[in-house]
């Protein structure tokens, strides 16, 4: 038996409370209806998803027909005002299945975010009936050749194109991760704001991929998260100006784009954790089972690992309820999300569970063995394991922590 195509029993594989405190009854109906999509869609994908190094086509059309693309809109843009704690804990629930599809809709939904608080024009409100009325999937073009993995650097710029008219721009970028960009209907991109700007003076810019030519730059065979399907592509884009996200790229990063990836990543994680410890917990009953209900040698490791998921779990969803809170302020939380000590703990939860989950899925391994070694086990844990080596090297750990270390100066220790 395949551990990737016959899972285990639903009541070993998710141990996610099925309401969360706070959420409307449609919010709780929303997460049961991605639970259900996860449990008969994408887990009997995920294998081939993994083996074929395959977007997860199915998960995407699962979402499409659920509506679940533009959750975040608010609902005159045809969305649902969906937080993150209601979208954290569908990524919760897509990671216990998939850890590829639930990076896909992790990152989907960041860039959401940023049209939902930051783009304030004409143009981005007719693109978010669009995106609701299409259900529009959108990749992130953060990365570039030639900044060292920065994403507060850019070299592209925003230029004058004259082949488009009055108000024409263009964008030539070497971008070398795009997650899904063959998938993707549009794309969302860091750029700096003119061509004499500096590197750190940048603007987001949303393109329809029909105003794109893409040239494939390099592969992705990758160990883990293998259907994010993330090869390099040099980008060649044609825009308007109404296409430019009008709040500076500095507050659209500190206010938007960081905690709702560090958030959303760190639920994927999550749910990558939490099935890692589903597998070895049924493994050591079954040992018990089998040894005539003694207690196994394992079962002291299961403590210590059930422990850590524990506080893993904790910390991502508070990070989840802390932000929501903080939007629901009257002024959004500006003030709060702006400041030092807050981009300090949004760092904080990215490293912890990035680190987290690599721990928490190799002491997985240990208790089950040779048996969670192996792919054609019920109890394999190996796809999890590859899949949770990709976390620290999301935006790396280390500049983080360089980062951090930068801001730990300028903060006093009390608001930490």
Not at 87 to 113: I, K, N, P, Y
Not at 152 to 175: L, M, N, W, Y
Not at 341 to 354: D, P
Request: net charge negative; glycine share 8%.
């Amino acid at each position: 038996m395949t551990a990737n195509v016959h899972p285990l029993p639903n009541a070993q594989l998710t141990s996610s409370p099925a309401s969360a405190p706070g959420l409307s009854a449609e919010a709780q109906a929303r997460i049961e209806r991605m639970r259900q999509i996860s449990r008969d869609v994408v887990g009997p994908a995920a294998l081939a998803v993994d083996r074929d190094g395959r977007f997860p086509t199915e998960a995407l059309a699962a979402w499409r027909e659920a509506g679940f693309m533009g959750l975040a809109l608010p609902t005159h843009l045809g969305g649902q005002g969906s937080g993150l704690v209601e979208l954290g804990l569908m990524c919760e629930a897509l990671g216990q299945r998939c850890a590829s599809a639930a990076m896909v809709f992790a990152m989907h939904q960041v860039q959401v975010g940023c049209v939902v608080h930051h783009g304030h024009n004409d143009w981005f409100e007719g693109y978010a009936h669009k995106l609701v009325a299409e259900q529009r999937l959108i990749a992130s073009v953060t990365s570039e050749a030639g900044v060292g993995g920065s994403v507060r650097t850019s070299i592209c710029a925003i230029e004058p194109d004259s082949q488009s008219g009055q108000e024409g721009f263009r964008v030539h970028k070497d971008g070398t991760v795009v997650s899904y960009a063959d998938a993707a209907d549009d794309l969302l991109m860091t750029v700096r704001r003119d061509s004499e700007a500096a590197a750190s003076d940048q603007a987001l810019v949303m393109v329809d991929k029909g105003q794109c030519q893409l040239q494939r730059t390099s592969t992705w065979d990758a160990m883990g998260m293998r259907g994010t399907c993330s090869p390099g592509y040099i980008v060649d884009a044609h825009f308007s100006g109404q296409q430019i996200v009008p709040d500076p790229f500095g507050d659209i990063n500190a206010q938007t784009m960081v905690p709702w990836a560090h958030i959303l990543w760190s639920s994927a994680w999550l749910g990558i954790a939490t099935d890692a410890v589903a597998r070895a917990r049924a493994f050591v009953r079954d040992t018990a089972r089998k040894m005539g209900g003694a207690t196994p040698p394992t079962a002291a490791r299961l403590s210590e690992v059930s422990a850590l998921l524990q506080l893993m779990r904790a910390q991502v969803r508070e990070r989840a309820a802390h932000y929501d809170a903080l939007r629901r302020q009257p002024d959004g939380g500006i003030e709060t999300l702006a400041s030092v000590s807050y981009a300090v703990q949004s760092n904080h939860l990215k490293l912890n569970a990035s680190e987290l989950v690599a721990e928490i899925c190799t002491k997985a391994l240990r208790i089950t063995g040779t048996t969670g070694y192996r792919n054609d086990s019920p109890y394999s844990v190996t796809r999890h394991l590859r899949d949770a080596h990709s976390a620290a090297l999301m935006i790396g750990n280390e500049r983080i922590h360089a980062a951090n270390g930068a801001l730990h100066l300028m903060v006093r220790d009390e608001f930490l």
